[in-house]
């Protein structure tokens, strides 16, 4: 996951999935979740769980800001980017994250699938077990050259180009 952790950003139920996950399987069989990004605001109980809850550190890593070389290599290696949030203005992750190939699941928000279109799989953020299933088979798939092609995504120059159209 990346992004500020608010309450929007929905990690609660990233976080809910993951505790599902340790009350379900055996250590060796749940994946790994790191959460990029600095802590916001009007979320206690999402910090609360992030500071006492006994899976961080053993398959849920808070890595905090990264600077743009660290967080290229934690997307480099990561299988997909979990993009649940409740309400986006752009949506900006899923972006980045097509941008170099890695696989999204994430909200159906109108942003993202305007630019994303069906390259993302798009899960319900009321439904914790689609999620479920989601992580399970993109897990099971793995971050392989099968996956879908990112449609072309907007540049600066594309967007500048538009706006002087308009104007």
């Not at 060796?28 to 916001?40: K, S, T, W």
């Not at 088979?137 to 449609?151: E, L, Y």
Request: hydrophobic fraction near 40%.
């Amino acid at each position: 996951m990346l992004g500020t952790i608010e309450p929007r950003k929905n990690h609660a139920l990233m976080l809910a999935v993951w505790q599902h996950f340790h009350d379900t399987r055996p250590p060796d069989d749940i994946p790994h979740l790191v959460i990029v990004g600095g802590r916001g605001w009007e979320n206690k109980d999402v910090f609360e769980t992030l500071d006492n809850a006994p899976f961080m550190g053993r398959t849920v890593h808070e890595a905090g800001r990264l600077d743009d070389t660290e967080l290229s290599g934690i997307l480099s290696r990561a299988t997909a980017l979990l993009f649940p949030s409740l309400a986006e203005g752009y949506g900006l992750p899923p972006m980045e994250a097509a941008a170099i190939g890695l696989p999204v699941i994430s909200a159906d928000l109108a942003p993202v699938r305007a630019i994303l279109g069906d390259y993302p799989v798009y899960v319900d953020t009321g439904d914790m077990q689609q999620w479920t299933n989601a992580i399970d088979h993109m897990v099971a798939t793995g971050r392989s050259s099968a996956w879908k092609q990112p449609p072309p995504l907007p540049t600066w120059e594309s967007h500048f180009r538009q706006l002087r159209a308009l104007l």
